[in-house]
């Protein structure tokens, strides 16, 4: 077992070399992540003795959709088959869990969506009260929760926990066909990167002045279609590409779109890959591009803009 | 009496006041596109500086103008006060004050340029310099007995002697003054020291649009013929233009539909066409705006881009504008309204390039004696007076409190250490 110092060296060493392949290096981050959890758990249980109950440790955001970069936040939740009063010791091991992960490089969330949170760690019992209320409520705020709660997938414990809790929720949106619209006007501000011109949309002020925000205005549009798609056609799995994978005949016409997803998974790594911190690699400064790449970046962030308004389109017409 | 030449005199003391509010819209629109902890100070410099000007435009600024003299400038009816005489169909009294009013506005779009860093004593010192010299000069070239009216030059009220005049001074200001502390990072880029309050802003452009019915309409002197009707017509055709036009130029190339853009397009539009608003046909005034609408944008983002710090936007709306405004008579001036107006026909309605040629003659030799007599009286000042900006520590705390002693918002202000300490 190593400990969170020797994993933060570990990855220092080795992330540079897988730091250009988007396949080579989320699953490097899960190999981190899984030994942080395992250590963070055994420092858990010398205090606090072995876990009291099954439980699943899940990823959301981005490291959710296999789709970090070289600096990543945190966004993680748990789910124990247990009892309430258990609650204090899946906390304890989300703080150290979220300890470790920062040691290691991974920013806190901003947001809080971590299983420190009381919010993001609950029994599977009250993550289905939950769930059913964050559907039932259908706020702008609980709406937001569910489709980071969407974005998910089991890094340790037993997988079929959260799979489950995603089961329930389809049976809720059942009952309420409506939620898929709330669901679509909670994605409904895209921040765009290009204008009218077909120019960039570069911030205009202070220290990231001539940059965009890439997360932003190019990537999401992508990842709120699919996830989109996701939640009314019941799928599943957390990332964008095996949701482009898995689309359904009705959605044939968007599979054009993959390859452009593909690119930018692949693009952004190069383009991102002196980033010092998490701060910066989101931001892609315009006059650093080489002509080329500008075409190609605009090219994309058309596409996705085409791709979300089509799918936009065609879950209104009700396919 | 004659009842023309009271409806005249009556007419012209409306539009006085109508100017005179226009103050109150720049009090609202520079304090709306400044920072809280200058709000007191902006708000409060214009009302002291409309008492400056009024004093020496009453002492020497009418007389340099309006008085008898030479092609440079007037030298008569210094301390004016005659009861009896007759100007333009007008009581002296009246033309005399609503000539003020438009003197106490190119002051007001000078000091735009001092925004959030000069001394107080700066505006007192230039207040005087200003409206004594600088203002009067060009005036007197243009709409008083000098070389410029000579020629033909089309200024109907004032695009090039109110407007151009003052932002002359402010961009003479703002290079000496240097961007504020906190504009520029060290690799140039700029940051935005965003206004505190849009809707004091957007107010105080919609008091200015008001105003501007003076400004315009009572530019005619009198309400033979009700000319001002049409002048008022154009008028709001070319504001409207202005706000779109700008509206939408930055929404498509910044991807913002962003409000002081767009209220600033209005204010450009309403600048460009109060030279031409007696010269040109709607359709003309439409164009006006648009284009006004169109270049004040581009003006903010390069002035921006060079490095000098216009906090309210004066170079653009009012020097870019008001020389656009100033050349647009060359181009849409109608024969008809040239002759009763003054000047000739614009270039698209065969009068060739006499009258463009005689428009830009205005403009540069306007624009360079305001911006370099501006420039010298500065550097004097500067020299005199041992700096005309503020201190580092006098500009963060801001200068409600470092010049007034107290602040516009004192409930929204951070404590200071005085009071810490108490």
Redesign the interface.
């Given at each position: 077992m190593k400990s969170f110092e020797q994993l933060r060296q570990y990855r220092q060493q080795q992330i540079v070399k897988v730091s250009t392949s988007h396949q080579l290096l989320n699953e490097f981050h899960d190999e981190l992540m899984k030994g942080i959890v395992h250590t963070a758990l055994k420092k858990v249980e010398s205090e606090w003795g072995p876990p009291p109950a099954h439980f699943a440790f899940f990823l959301m955001g981005s490291a959710g959709r296999f789709e970090q970069t070289i600096w990543s936040d945190q966004d993680h939740g748990i789910i124990y088959d247990g009892l309430e009063e258990h609650q204090d010791y899946y906390l304890q091991l989300g703080t150290k869990i979220t300890e470790g992960l920062s040691l290691c490089g991974y920013e806190l969330c901003e947001g809080n969506v971590m299983s420190s949170n009381p919010l993001w760690c609950k029994s599977l019992k009250k993550w289905e009260e939950q769930l059913i209320q964050w559907l039932e409520k259908a706020t702008w705020n609980s709406i937001r929760n569910y489709s980071i709660f969407f974005d998910s997938r089991v890094l340790v414990g037993d997988k079929s926990l959260l799979l489950k809790l995603k089961e329930l929720s389809f049976s809720q949106i059942d009952k309420s066909p409506h939620l898929i619209t709330r669901f679509k006007q909670n994605i409904g501000n895209v921040k765009?990167a290009i204008?009218?011109?077909g120019?960039f949309?570069p911030k205009?002020?202070?220290?990231k002045?001539?940059t965009i925000h890439l997360k932003e205005t190019i990537f999401f549009p992508y990842v709120n279609a699919l996830r989109l798609i996701a939640i009314q056609e019941q799928m599943t799995k957390s990332s964008t590409l095996s949701r482009f994978h898995q689309l359904p005949e009705k959605f044939s016409t968007l599979k054009i779109y993959e390859k452009d997803f593909i690119n930018l998974l692949n693009n952004r790594l190069c383009l991102l890959l002196d980033c010092k911190n998490y701060d910066e690699v989101h931001f892609i400064k315009i006059s650093n591009l080489t002509t080329k790449e500008k075409h190609e970046l605009k090219r994309i962030a058309k596409n996705g803009y085409r791709l979300y308004e089509e799918t936009k389109a065609l879950i209104d017409k009700g396919v | 009496m004659d009842p023309i030449y009271l409806m005249n005199n009556v007419w012209i003391i409306i539009c006085f006041t109508l100017v005179l509010l226009m103050q109150g819209g720049f009090i609202l629109l520079e304090a709306g596109s400044t920072r809280m902890k200058n709000a007191g100070h902006i708000a409060g410099k214009t009302i002291f500086s409309v008492g400056i000007v009024s004093l020496v435009f009453w002492a020497v600024g009418y007389g340099f103008i309006y008085g008898e003299g030479n092609a440079f400038i007037g030298l008569s009816d210094f301390f004016y006060g005659d009861f009896t005489s007759v100007v333009d169909g007008l009581a002296g009294s009246v033309d005399f004050i609503f000539q003020l009013a438009f003197a106490a506005i190119a002051l007001t779009i000078a000091f735009g340029g001092f925004a959030e860093r000069a001394k107080l004593t700066a505006y007192l010192v230039f207040a005087v310099a200003f409206s004594a010299i600088v203002y009067p000069v060009v005036a007197h070239w243009i709409w008083g007995d000098g070389w410029l009216g000579a020629l033909g030059k089309q200024d109907f009220a004032g695009s090039t002697v109110v407007h151009l005049t003052g932002a002359a001074a402010a961009l003479a200001a703002t290079i000496i003054l240097k961007p504020r502390i906190g504009k520029y990072n060290k690799d140039g880029s700029a940051n935005e020291l965003a206004g505190h309050n849009q809707v004091y802003t957007a107010l105080g452009v919609l008091l200015l649009w008001v105003g501007w019915f003076g400004f315009n309409a009572g530019s005619t002197l009198g309400v033979d013929d009700a000319f001002f009707g049409y002048v008022a017509l154009n008028t709001q055709l070319a504001a409207a233009a202005g706000a779109i036009a700008a509206m939408l130029i930055v929404w498509a190339v910044a991807g913002k539909a962003d409000v002081p853009t767009m209220l600033n397009g209005a204010l450009a539009g309403l600048v460009a066409i109060t030279a031409s608003c007696a010269f040109v046909a709607p359709w003309a005034s439409v164009l006006i705006g648009i284009i006004a609408g169109l270049i004040v944008y581009g003006s903010m983002r390069f002035f921006e881009k060079k490095q000098i710090d216009d906090p309210i936007f004066a170079l653009s709306v009012h020097g870019t504008a008001g020389i656009w405004g100033t050349i647009s008579t060359g181009f849409f001036a109608t024969p008809e309204l040239a002759a009763m107006n003054g000047g000739q026909a614009g270039l698209f309605y065969g009068g060739g390039l006499t009258q463009l040629g005689v428009q830009t003659i205005g403009v540069v030799s306007s624009g360079i004696f305001a911006f370099v007599l501006s420039f010298i009286i500065l550097k004097v000042m500067v020299k005199v007076m041992g700096g005309i900006r503020v201190s580092e520590e006098e500009e963060l705390v801001g200068l409600d409190l470092s010049e007034h002693g107290s602040y516009g918002y004192p409930e929204n202000m951070p404590k200071t250490n005085g009071s810490q300490s108490a």
């Open positions: 765009k204008g009218l011109f120019q949309l205009q002020y202070g220290e002045a001539g | -």
